[in-house]
């Protein structure tokens, strides 16, 4: 999955904008500051928009994945047999896509397992203390994902904020500047 959230976003610089339309007109300046302001935080407001969307992805199938393992159907533990043990997924690509997928999340020691689910001609076989002891493994790191999701939705607020009050401010000094221009002019018919 790429991830398009390491993207730089760098303002204009100030002096930059200084030399190109820096006029005598403070309002006018102001405006244009808060409308390239609000330019820069509408880019960062769409990455922020993505990483959201990445993050809420990671969970959906972290999710998934625990499902598919809850879903191993093992026979009832026995004294002769006190693990017993069942296929994990229905052939052996499923074995290789779910262990696979553990480890990008980050599940730990999967490297034997999937060396032995590639010999396999068939579907890995797992035991019950195989499977229940990968459900806690992937409910923390799903519970890591959900609080930088939050994380990241606060951020996304933040931007979402602060891309409408320049807006508003942008909009605000150009209102300004009219009604400033409108005063003079009629400042000036008056004392004519």
């Not at 300046?29 to 990455?47: C, F, M, P, W």
Request: hydrophobic share 35%; proline share 5%; glycine share 6%.
């Amino acid at each position: 999955m790429a991830n398009t959230a390491t993207s730089n976003v760098t303002p204009p610089g100030l002096q930059d904008w200084l030399n190109s339309d820096n006029t005598a007109d403070v309002m006018h300046n102001l405006g244009v500051v808060y409308a390239r302001l609000s330019s820069v935080l509408a880019e960062i407001l769409n990455l922020q928009k993505d990483i959201v969307s990445e993050v809420s992805e990671r969970i959906k199938k972290i999710s998934e994945l625990m499902n598919e393992i809850r879903s191993i159907r093992f026979a009832a533990p026995t004294d002769t047999n006190p693990n017993p043990s069942a296929p994990l997924g229905r052939t052996k690509e499923d074995s290789l896509r779910i262990l696979r997928a553990m480890k990008a999340f980050g599940i730990p020691n999967l490297d034997a397992d999937i060396a032995a689910a590639e010999k396999a001609s068939g579907p890995l076989t797992v035991g019950k203390i195989w499977a229940d002891s990968m459900i806690p493994s992937l409910q923390g790191v799903s519970e890591s994902e959900s609080n930088r999701s939050n994380q990241e939705g606060l951020r996304l607020q933040t931007f979402t904020s602060r891309y409408t009050q320049s807006g508003e401010q942008s909009s605000t000094a150009q209102q300004k500047k009219g009604q400033s221009v409108g005063t003079v002019i009629n400042n000036m018919r008056i004392a004519g």
